[in-house]
C-alpha cells in the first residue's frame, strides 16, 4: 500500500514537475512572443502616425511643437501637442484590446517605451556600431529632427527601410561639431578683439 502511494506519488511528481517545465516554457515563450508582438506592432503603428503628422496640412498644427528642439534634449521626449501625444500614445493602449498581454508585463512595457522615447532624444551621435543597422537609436533620431522627414521609427529601422524614409547615421552628422567649431571661431575671435 506505501508503495503503491510511494509510486503513484513519484509518478504523480515527475507528472507535475513535467507540467512545470512546460508551463514555464510557454509562460517564457508566451512573454517573448508578447514583447516581440509588441514592439514590432507599436513600433509600426508609430511609425505611420508619426510620418502622417509630417504632412505639410498636418504638421503645423499638431507636431510642430516637438520640433522646435532642432537638436533634441531629454525634455523634447515630453514636449509635444497635446494631440500629437494623444494620437502617438493610441498604439500602446489599443494593442491589449487586439493582442493577450499580461497586465504586469503591459505596464512593464509601456514604462520601457517611455524611458526609451527620453533615450532617443539624447542627441548622441555614437555611431558605427552594427546595431545602428536595426536599432533605431539617438543618433536616428537626432538626424530625424535635424531633417525632419527621415527615420519616424522608434525602436527599430526596418519601418524606415521599407518607407524610403531610413537614413543611415554618421559621425560627420553630429551637430555637435557645428556647435564645437562655433565655439572655437569665438574663442579666436575674443584675443583679437581684446589686443
Ligand atoms: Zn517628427
Ligand atoms: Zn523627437
Known sequence: MITLTNTAGRGSSSRFQRTCISQGFCLFFFVAKSKIRFLVCTDYCIYWIHRWEHHPLVYKHIHKPHHKWIVPTPFAAYAFHPVDGYLQSLPYHIFPYVFPVQKHLHLALFIGVNIWT????????????????????????????????VNYGQYFTWADRAGGSYRQPDSSLDPMLEVRGLQAEKEAVVPGKSL
Open 118 to 149: 527620453v533615450f532617443i532624444h539624447d542627441s548622441d551621435m555614437i555611431t558605427g556600431h552594427w546595431l545602428e543597422n536595426v536599432i533605431n537609436g539617438p543618433a536616428h533620431h537626432t538626424l530625424h529632427h535635424l531633417y525632419f522627414t
